[in-house]
């Protein structure tokens, strides 16, 4: 046996290659008990490691590798040159966990596992946990999530285009033979990739809608501006104004242009400066009335009516 004096990140709380993740605050490390690995996840082969020195240390499970080289005898200088550079916990039995969105980071489509242990860690090739085993068991060895399964089906369920594209830039360089590991393998490559192709797409999709968001925001500013003016240069009165604003909407360009051919309305303030009859100015709404005057005034002077009539009915 041969002793790698080289730590080696077992696991850690990031998103595995299947939509679920192990914290380590969760690790049931006394139960990692025989402390053993294989090699690639291949338990037919036999054991290939056992660990030692395992540290939990910055949210994260360190060990070193005790090589079996009397079966592997390969193995050890594999390893020191670097062909197989990783560690992946295995056959993991999950005890507790949940599906609350709070806990999911991005990227992350299957549950959290808040308390669990591994039966077994290997050597990989592949870094981390992107190599984990796809199936989460129980204490009995039941399945509990067959996360590979729905790795596929999320995968074929893509758009026939999508498929085909993925397939031509992933799968035309497997051999006629190649083990179902080896397409598993690619397979999981491509579905990454089209996931972060999705992430991008729907990120590029929010950024249109912001922008969407902000053109109809100024846009509706413009007809604003546009509308007060008008109505401070007493182009329109509020009721036109209302109208005009629904009717332009998102069109301040053809507003501006309508509104500049518009003349100025005389005002009320402007036509009381019209010198009014002795008998008729500085008398009441109720004097006039009173005077049977009030239908002369409204004939005449129907601007000075509206005055008196509103404040007589104190608008």
């Not at 679920?20 to 090699?39: S, V």
């Not at 054991?47 to 193995?75: M, S, T």
């Not at 969105?101 to 860690?121: A, I, S």
Request: hydrophobic share 40%.
């Amino acid at each position: 046996m041969t002793k790698i004096e080289k730590e080696f990140l077992l696991s850690d709380d990031s998103v595995n290659c299947y939509g679920y993740r192990l914290l380590t605050t969760g690790l049931q490390l006394e139960r990692f008990k025989p402390a053993i690995g294989y090699l690639m996840h291949d338990r037919e082969r036999g054991v290939a490691v056992k660990w030692e020195d395992l540290v939990v240390r910055n949210g994260a499970l360190y060990g070193k590798p005790v090589v079996n080289d009397e079966q592997f005898p390969e193995l050890v200088n594999q390893i020191q040159d670097g062909f197989y550079a990783a560690a992946s916990v295995g056959h993991i039995v999950a005890l507790e966990w949940s599906d609350e969105p709070n806990m999911k980071l991005e990227g992350q489509t299957g549950p959290t596992v808040t308390k669990w242990f591994p039966r077994e860690c290997s050597i990989v090739d592949i870094p981390g946990n992107y190599n984990a085993v796809a199936q989460l068991f129980a204490e009995d060895d039941s399945v509990l999530h067959d996360l590979s399964a729905n790795l596929i089906s999320n995968f074929m369920n893509k758009t026939t285009i999508e498929v085909e594209v993925l397939l031509d830039a992933g799968l035309q360089n497997l051999a006629a033979d190649s083990s179902p590991e080896q397409v598993a393998e690619v397979i999981r490559d491509l579905v990454a990739k089209a996931q972060r192709c999705e992430a991008a797409e729907q990120e590029l999709e929010d950024l249109r809608g912001q922008m969407k968001s902000l053109k109809e925001s100024v846009e509706e500013e413009k007809i604003q501006t546009i509308i007060s003016k008008a109505l401070d240069d007493h182009k329109m009165n509020p009721a036109m104004a209302d109208k005009l604003k629904a009717d332009y909407k998102g069109n301040s360009a053809g507003l501006n242009a309508l509104v500049a051919t518009m003349p100025v309305q005389t005002t009320i303030t402007s036509q009381l400066q019209v010198e009014l009859p002795q008998d008729i100015a500085g008398k009441s709404y109720k004097e006039l009335y009173d005077e049977n005057k009030l239908e002369m005034v409204k004939s005449k002077f129907p601007d000075h009516y509206e005055k008196l009539r509103k404040e007589y009915i104190g608008e």
